[in-house]
T-cell receptor
Framework: GAGVSQSPSNKVTEKGKDVELRCDPI?????LYWYRQRLGQGLEFLIY????????KSGLPSDRFSAERTGESVSTLTIQRTQQEDSAVYLC???FGAGVRSYEQYFGPGTRLTVT | GNSVTQMEGPVTLSEEAFLTINCTYT??????LFWYVQYPGEGLQLLLK?????DKGSNKGFEATYRKETTSFHLEKGSVQVSDSAVYFC?????????FGPGTRLSVLP
């Protein structure tokens, strides 16, 4: 079946511009996560959606970052007024859910963002 | 809060050497534990998992045992190959909280 897809795969933007990154989770997965991975570093949690519950935004680094998700489908991560330190690979993952049982996450290929 | 600690990399081994990558965790309750692998230029993939104490996860010759008494989930492989060169991430999941370690880069030389 189809995995998690992300678009675009690469994005080069000028400092100060806004960018929008898209994630299509696996059908039926109620949980969706966004992470940031800077070059040579680990995963930095950004935001988590679970069904219709309020998202966990505790990882967003500043108010320039926001994300939306429509129901249990597509999610978009928006970065306003991009800065060079925003350059990274942005990873999206989805899972069947969360709660008492812990489900593994399935990752998309990522969007490589370069801010010049 | 929950956290995962991994051994510092990079780790460089010769082909057919024995591999251990240490992982310890701090968590409340009874988390599930995972190892993910990221091959060069690719996304993260689940390598193996264990959902309760004393469970052993295994895949592609890799193994890890969930040790609650030592809060550890060390990754092992008896004979590594050049194709195992990648970054390995230990992770835990406790309810909706999912935490990754910083990753350990493994390079296997022919």
């Amino acid at each position: 079946g189809a995995g998690v897809s992300q678009s675009p795969s690469n994005k080069v933007t000028e400092k100060g511009k806004d960018v929008e990154l898209r994630c299509d989770p696996i059908s039926g997965h109620t949980a969706l996560y966004w992470y940031r991975q800077r070059l040579g570093q680990g995963l930095e949690f950004l935001i988590y959606f679970q069904g219709n519950s309020a998202p966990d935004k505790s990882g967003l680094p500043s108010d320039r970052f926001s994300a939306e998700r429509t129901g249990e489908s597509v999610s978009t991560l928006t970065i306003q007024r991009t800065q060079q330190e925003d350059s990274a690979v942005y990873l999206c993952a989805s899972s069947f859910g969360a709660g008492v049982r812990s489900y593994e996450q399935y990752f998309g290929p990522g969007t490589r963002l370069t801010v010049t | 809060g929950n956290s995962v600690t991994q051994m510092e990399g990079p780790v460089t081994l010769s082909e057919e050497a024995f591999l251990t990558i240490n992982c310890t965790y701090t968590a409340t309750g009874y988390p599930s534990l995972f190892w993910y692998v990221q091959y060069p230029g690719e996304g993260l993939q689940l390598l193996l998992k264990a959902t309760k104490a004393d469970d052993k996860g295994s895949n592609k010759g890799f193994e890890a045992t969930y040790r609650k008494e030592t809060t550890s989930f060390h990754l092992e492989k008896g004979s590594v190959q050049v194709s195992d060169s990648a970054v390995y991430f230990c992770a835990l999941s406790s309810g909706q909280n999912f935490v990754f370690g910083p990753g350990t880069r493994l390079s296997v030389l022919p």
